[in-house]
C-alpha cells in the first residue's frame, strides 16, 4: 500500500524559510509526477508545484519566485521550501501523487494526510 | 492561468435530494477535469477524473458531465455521508488550479 508522509516544522518565523519534506512508502518515487498542495484555513486548495525523478519541476506562478521543490532518490522523498514566509503562507499543506489518465490529463489520486504550518514570530 | 469558478459556493440540501454543482473553466479545457471531495478534518478524495469517469468505490449516485468549458457534478440521491466540500480541478494546463470549492450542508 502506497503512503505519503509529510514531515517537517510546524512553526515558521515571518521572512524565513518554511521548509516540508514528503516521504513516499510501498513504490518508487521514480513512477510518477509529485506535486506539493495547500490549504488556509477554512479556504480552498491551492497547487503550489510539482517534481519529476529526473528533477524537472514547474510552479504556480503565484508562488514561482518563492518556491523550489526538490527530490532524494535514495530517501523516496520530495521536499518543498518556501521562502520568505508571512501570515498569508499558514496554511495545511498537502504532497501528493499525480497520476496520468488514459485519456484527459492527470488527477491526484493519493495525498499525504497534511501537515499545519502556522507562520508566527 | 486557467481559472476555475464554481457554483454555488454554498448549497443547503436534505437527504434524498438531487444536488448539481457547476464548474467553469476560463478557457476550453477539454475533459481534463476532475472532482474531489473533502470531509471537515480530512484530506481530500478524488471522486471523478476526466469530466466522467468515477474511480473505484465511488457510489454510483456521484455522476459527471460536460466537457470545454462547463462541467457537472450531479448526486443524484443525497445521503447522509455527502456533506462535504467539494473541489474540481483542471489538468488541461501543468499549472493546475482548482476551483473555490462548493460546501454542501444538511438543510
Known amino acids: 500500500q502506497v503512503q505519503l508522509q509529510e514531515s517537517g516544522p510546524r512553526l515558521v518565523k515571518p521572512s524565513e524559510t518554511l521548509s516540508l519534506s514528503c516521504t513516499v512508502s510501498?513504490?518508487?518515487?521514480?513512477?510518477?509526477?509529485w506535486s506539493w498542495i495547500r490549504q488556509p484555513p477554512g479556504k480552498g486548495l491551492e497547487w503550489i508545484g510539482y517534481?519529476?525523478?529526473?528533477?524537472?519541476?514547474t510552479y504556480s506562478p503565484s508562488l514561482r519566485s518563492r518556491v523550489a521543490i526538490s527530490l532524494d532518490m535514495s530517501k523516496n522523498q520530495f521536499s518543498l521550501k518556501l521562502s520568505s514566509v508571512t501570515a498569508a503562507d499558514t496554511a495545511v499543506y498537502y504532497c501528493?501523487?499525480?497520476?496520468?489518465?488514459?485519456?484527459?490529463?492527470?488527477?491526484?489520486?493519493?495525498w499525504g494526510q497534511g501537515t499545519k504550518v502556522t507562520v508566527s514570530s | 492561468d486557467i481559472q476555475m469558478t464554481q457554483s454555488p459556493s454554498s448549497l443547503s440540501a436534505s437527504v434524498g435530494d438531487r444536488v448539481t454543482i457547476t464548474c467553469r473553466a476560463s478557457?476550453?479545457?477539454?475533459?481534463?477535469l476532475n472532482w474531489y471531495q473533502q470531509k471537515p478534518g480530512k484530506v481530500p478524495d478524488l471522486l471523478i477524473s476526466?469530466?466522467?469517469s468515477l474511480q473505484s468505490g465511488v457510489p454510483s449516485r456521484f455522476s459527471g458531465s460536460g466537457s470545454g468549458t462547463d462541467f457537472t457534478l450531479t448526486i443524484s440521491s443525497l445521503q447522509p455521508e455527502d456533506f462535504a466540500t467539494y473541489y474540481c480541478?483542471?489538468?488541461?494546463?501543468?499549472?493546475?488550479?482548482f476551483g473555490q470549492g462548493t460546501k454542501l450542508e444538511i438543510k
Open positions: 501528493a501523487r499525480e497520476v496520468p489518465l488514459v485519456e484527459f490529463g492527470v488527477a491526484f489520486d493519493l
Open positions: 478557457q476550453a479545457i477539454s475533459r481534463n
Open positions: 476526466g469530466a466522467s
Open positions: 480541478q483542471q489538468s488541461f494546463s501543468t499549472l493546475y488550479t
Open positions: 510501498g513504490d518508487s518515487i521514480k513512477n510518477y509526477y
Open positions: 517534481i519529476f525523478y529526473t528533477g524537472s519541476t
